[in-house]
């Protein structure tokens, strides 16, 4: 059973140009967070979604970066216009069950770093 | 609003020696609280996971402890070894966070052979 998979592993853009982050869970798997993680700094949330449905966007900035998980296919973070400052790792996670079980542990993916020139 | 603060940032021991990684959090209303392990440029291997009703859990030569009252989890790393060189995370699953966890900043660990 194969982990978390994201690509690209490290991606280079130019200011004001599009980034798109992929996040393949782990089979079986319906429930996806992305996080991000700013140098010198912690994971931060940024979003929860279910196929086809944002759960909990509460962590995502309010401008430019929009994420989805369709019915087929990968998850994807999309970022808008880039700026230095989103120049960070970015995590993808993913669980089988809908939050809320002590047990539950969340999986996550190598991250893609996106480096912002 | 949930807070992790994890003391000290970083953390440099000769091998052999025992490791002590502390953890704070401000809201004792969560589900678990969960160790990481994060090596340079890769992502996060879990290593522990305490489910609120627990106090410790243990695997192998690591021992977490959960003290909800207090709002601390504590990390014990026994006869540390050279690869157990890494950042370690706590994160925290609040009832009301709706499967969202909260991180601390991490302790970075240099195990010296």
């Known amino acids: 059973n194969a982990g978390v998979m994201q690509n690209p592993r490290h991606l280079v853009r130019r200011r004001g140009q599009e980034a798109r982050l992929r996040c393949s869970p782990m089979k079986g798997h319906s429930h996806v967070y992305w996080y991000r993680q700013l140098p010198e700094e912690g994971l931060k949330f940024m979003v929860y979604l279910q196929k086809e449905n944002i759960i909990d966007e509460s962590g995502m900035p309010k401008e430019r970066f929009s994420a989805e998980f369709p019915k087929e296919g990968p998850s994807i973070l999309r970022i808008q216009q880039v700026v230095r400052g989103d120049s960070a790792a970015y995590f993808c996670?993913?669980?089988?069950?809908?939050?809320?079980?002590?047990?539950?542990?969340?999986?996550f993916g190598p991250g893609t770093r996106l480096l912002v020139l | 609003k949930q807070e992790v603060t994890q003391i000290p940032a970083a953390l440099s021991v000769p091998e052999g020696e025992n490791l002590v990684l502390n953890c704070s959090f401000t809201?004792?209303?969560?589900?678990?609280l969960q160790w990481f392990r994060q090596d340079p440029g890769k992502g996060l291997t879990s290593l522990l996971l305490?489910?609120?009703?627990?106090r410790e859990q243990t695997s192998g030569r690591l021992n977490a402890s959960l003290d909800k009252s207090s709002g601390r989890s504590t990390l014990y790393i026994a006869a540390s070894q050279p690869g157990d060189s890494a950042t370690y995370l706590c994160a925290a699953m609040t009832t009301d966070s709706w499967g969202k966890l909260q991180f601390g900043a991490g302790t970075q660990v240099v195990v010296t052979p």
């Open positions: 996670a993913s669980s089988p069950h809908q939050p809320g079980r002590p047990q539950e542990t969340q999986y």
């Open positions: 305490i489910q609120s009703s627990q």
């Open positions: 809201d004792s209303a969560i589900y678990n």
